[in-house]
């Protein structure tokens, strides 16, 4: 694998191109969750038009003044983070200060990072800025971008964003509105909504309707800190990358009835499998309870005829729906069991539930942070990319959530669209594991995917 460093520039602070409203903005009770105080890692690749020379440095101030253009409408990012006195709540302080800006090169070519390019991308680290400490949000810049051109006239957007004040659709969104000002476009696309009290808790809150695997946690009931998750060192851990092209998906889908095959989506099938040998690997006492939480995006979903979310917003917006069932039940049962079990937490996602939710998410604040002892986490990120990240004459190649950056957030499986060796359009799932265990997980995956 090619190694390499960028030649970096000082970091500098990009502020909005005209002045912003100085003011105070609240957070949701979703963005203001506890687990959501960190600075989420994002790379994405892009190829020079073809047969055009680019001058060095041209593309970073291009996409520098481009983040100027778009600070305007999405002027919140250039503020910090502040705590309102008397509890744990935070707000934005709308300063106009700016995000971290850095320009970089490095001596390689887009084709030497790998053919396809696909995770693990060899020295990602270098197409990040530094964050410094990714748990510490208050004061700080709330978006680190570096944009790195490589001497094939390619070039590498790397970023660090405090995902309490945007969720992946909305990170998104806010690139759209940079590539947009890159463009030639006076205004973005997509106008930015704030518009975060459409996630507000209740007062007083009510949390009847919140999913069912969340109600232990309320008594505190059955959090022992004894997962060997959460007990290895970093350093004892190992990631891995695991690639489903058309083979491998239609031999997963003859293990479930025809019926249910044609209704499962990738993800669903995917997730299902992979709990199954992570969980059996673990080795996790048979009587024991696991659990699978896996994002469940509002937008575009309607509830009783009315949207979720507007057109627009960049906030968090997804719930975490929860599956828990005994190690046996898991290890023994059909994969159409555990299939349909994610199906009807799917179904559950009503109107009062997410209102509990939220109501849930605003007390859990207050408190320590629910127990993680055995759940896999997982989200399915293969909507990023295509049209949405061009910018300009430039081919969008790949992008995906790095394995740097935030080291808690890495133990969330990122289900990922890529390319394989034949061309195919596959799906790239992470997994992270004690270096003893995943030796274990490969051989029961190894196990599904015989013919």
């Not at 959501?36 to 003044?65: D, H, N, T």
């Not at 949405?388 to 990122?414: C, R």
Request: charged share 25%; aromatic share 10%; net charge neutral.
């Amino acid at each position: 694998m090619v190694t390499f460093t960028a030649c970096r520039s000082e970091p500098e602070l990009v502020r909005p191109a005209r002045p912003t409203p100085q003011e105070t903005k609240a957070l949701s009770d979703l963005d203001d969750q506890l687990s959501l105080r960190f600075y989420e890692s994002i790379v994405g690749f892009f190829r020079g038009p073809p047969g055009e020379s680019v001058r060095p440095g041209k593309v970073a101030k291009g996409i520098k003044a481009a983040v100027a253009g778009a600070l305007v409408y999405y002027y919140p990012m250039a503020g910090r983070l502040q705590k309102i006195p008397g509890g744990n709540k935070l707000e934005v302080d709308c300063t106009g200060e700016g995000v971290m800006f850095v320009e970089a090169a490095a001596d390689v070519r887009l084709e030497d990072l790998g053919q396809p390019l696909v995770p693990p991308y060899p020295c990602v680290e270098e197409f990040l800025a530094d964050a410094g400490d990714t748990r510490d949000v208050v004061g700080k810049p709330l978006l680190f971008l570096q944009v790195t051109q490589l001497k094939c006239g390619g070039f590498v957007i790397g970023l660090h964003m405090c995902h309490c004040i945007a969720d992946g659709f909305g990170i998104l969104q806010f690139i759209k509105s940079i590539a947009d000002f890159a463009c030639g476009e006076l205004i973005p696309t997509t106008l930015p909504v704030w518009k975060r009290d459409i996630f507000i808790a209740r007062m007083p809150p009510s949390i009847s309707h919140v999913y069912l695997a969340y109600k232990p946690f309320l008594r505190g009931l059955d959090c022992t800190d004894d997962d060997v998750m959460l007990s290895t060192p970093p350093e004892s851990m190992e990631v891995q990358y695991l690639f489903f092209g058309p083979k491998e998906m239609e031999i997963l889908r003859s293990h479930v009835p025809e019926h249910l095959s044609k209704t499962t989506t990738t993800f669903e099938l995917l997730t299902a499998v992979m709990w199954r040998c992570r969980t059996i690997a673990l080795g996790y006492e048979a009587s024991q309870k696991v659990r699978l939480m896996f994002t469940l995006n509002t937008r575009g979903r309607s509830i009783k005829g009315e949207s979720a979310v507007p057109r627009g917003y960049y906030g968090n917006a997804h719930f975490s729906p929860l599956v828990e069932v005994i190690v046996d039940e898991l290890a023994t049962k059909p994969l159409a069991h555990i299939v349909e079990l994610m199906h009807k937490v799917k179904l559950e996602t009503t109107k009062d539930c997410m209102k509990s939710m939220v109501d849930l998410m605003a007390l859990w604040r207050e408190r320590s942070p629910f127990g993680m002892d055995r759940t896999y986490e997982v989200s399915d990120t293969k909507w990023v990319g295509g049209n949405a990240l061009q910018f300009g004459k430039a081919e969008f190649v790949a992008v995906g959530t790095p394995h740097a950056g935030d080291f808690t957030s890495k133990l969330i499986s990122y289900h990922t669209k890529c390319k394989n060796k034949d061309g195919e359009d596959s799906t790239v799932v992470s997994i992270l594991l004690p270096k003893l265990v995943m030796e274990k997980f490969t051989k029961e995956m190894a196990i599904w995917l015989k013919k």
